[in-house]
């Protein structure tokens, strides 16, 4: 037995497709979507996702900015650049792109993301309707890795969830989304003991740790959905997950690819949410 192979890039594609058809009739009253990405420094992988954003936004019609300013931008020049963004109106969403430069306080960054802008969902007003359950912005990689479970059939109601890492970005609003469609969550981290005989317990395995080909098999109860968030750049400049695909393969019953899986769904998610707030901004 095979696992199926959850095909985020196809998925993607077609709620894009989705997306593309609301935007057109949104666009027919003359409003257009738009998005900004602010860059600090100059880390190439950022640099990758920043393209790759860049480029839905084109494929979707969405007017896009790409700030790209040096790694010795202070904060406060950071904060006047979101002050500007957040009154402009052509604007619908501001991403900052993370990780910032340590001498740069991420929280007093997404603090000062207006709420209605924060397409990440990261600012605690956003975070704190999530845990409430609220309609809020919701975080892109999570409300992705959720839309893979529920389009390829695999709904979370009723089944054991385990996530592997509680990040503020992926593992912890991941775990609370689950819990909201109504999966037993555990979450495990670095401190959790007998990791893998908790993951071998998991229905569905969500994994975000950034350690990669970290989930073998024997991780894996026979038949499990395995989610693979890790997005790591090997010494030969390939990309791998945290989850290792060829092992695991013979014993999950779904696996996402990387890349191909998660990825994908991030950015567009990311639309989707920038089409959520210019909706918002024009009721
Ligand atoms: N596909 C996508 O769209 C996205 C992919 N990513 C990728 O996902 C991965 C995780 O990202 P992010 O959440 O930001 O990472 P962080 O480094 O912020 O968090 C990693 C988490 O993994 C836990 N952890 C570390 N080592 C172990 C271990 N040996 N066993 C169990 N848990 C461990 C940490 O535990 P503790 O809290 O105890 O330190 C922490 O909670 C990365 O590869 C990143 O590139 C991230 C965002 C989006
Ligand atoms: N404010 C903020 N918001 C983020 O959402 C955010 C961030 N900062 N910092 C970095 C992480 C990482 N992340 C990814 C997005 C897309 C892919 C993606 O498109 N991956 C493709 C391949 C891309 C490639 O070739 O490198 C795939 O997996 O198929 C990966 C990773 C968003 N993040
Ligand atoms: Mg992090």
Redesign the pocket.
Known sequence: MSAQIIYGKSISDSIRQELLHEVETFKSKGITPGLVVILVGEDP?SQV?VRNKAKACEQLGYYSEVVRVPAETTQDELLELIKKYNTQENINGILVQ?PLPKHIEEKAIIDAISVEKDVDGFHPENVGNLMIGDDALLP??PS?VIELLKRTGNHPAGKHAVV????????KPVAMLLLRENATVTI?????QN?EEMARQADILV?????PK?VKKDWVKPGAVVID????RLPDGKLC??VDYDDVLDVAGWVTP?PG???P???TMLMANTLKSAKRAHE
């Open positions: 992988a996702y993370l892109c990689t992705g592997i890492g509680r990040s503020n970005i992926v593992g495990c981290h670095s401190r959790t990791i994994v975000a740790v950034g350690i970290l968030v890790g997005v790591n997950g945290d990387v899986g998660v990825g769904m991030t950015i």
